[in-house]
Nanobody, 121 residues
Framework: QVQLVESGGGLVQAGGSLRLSCAASGRTFSSSSMGWFRQAPGKEREFVAAIRRSGSATYYADSVEGRFTISRDNAKNTVYLQMNSLKPEDTAVYYC??????????????WGQGTQVTVSS
């Protein structure tokens, strides 16, 4: 069992930055690939980024490539999502998930409760 807790969401103006954190407990964090997804009202859950358990490879959705950076600190059991140049269309609830690097949310075993990110224009 893995417990995931996201933090760092909030309200920011367009062009601003936020850093999301996801703290993991339970099963050995360093053995788990991790991902970030987001879901806006009325839309399906959308892949944002993922990182392999060693941190050796990262993957991004086209919509965030070059603006967002996923990273992890296995010593702190934490994965991060640095979000720069935010746009109003980035507004969503952001979730971290454990177990895969695939862009399909069904490939992940564990999910956090989500953190709201709102970008004003």
């Amino acid at each position: 069992q893995v417990q995931l807790v996201e933090s760092g969401g909030g309200l920011v103006q367009a062009g601003g930055s936020l850093r999301l954190s996801c703290a993991a407990s339970g099963r050995t964090f360093s053995s788990s690939s991790m991902g970030w997804f987001r879901q806006a009202p009325g839309k399906e859950r959308e892949f944002v980024a993922a990182i392999r358990r060693s941190g050796s490879a990262t993957y991004y959705a086209d919509s965030v490539e070059g603006r967002f950076t996923i990273s992890r600190d296995n010593a702190k059991n934490t994965v991060y999502l640095q979000m720069n140049s935010l746009k109003p269309e980035d507004t969503a609830v952001y979730y971290c998930a454990a177990g895969s690097v695939l862009p399909n949310h069904r490939a992940y075993d564990y999910w956090g409760q989500g953190t709201q990110v709102t970008v004003s224009s």
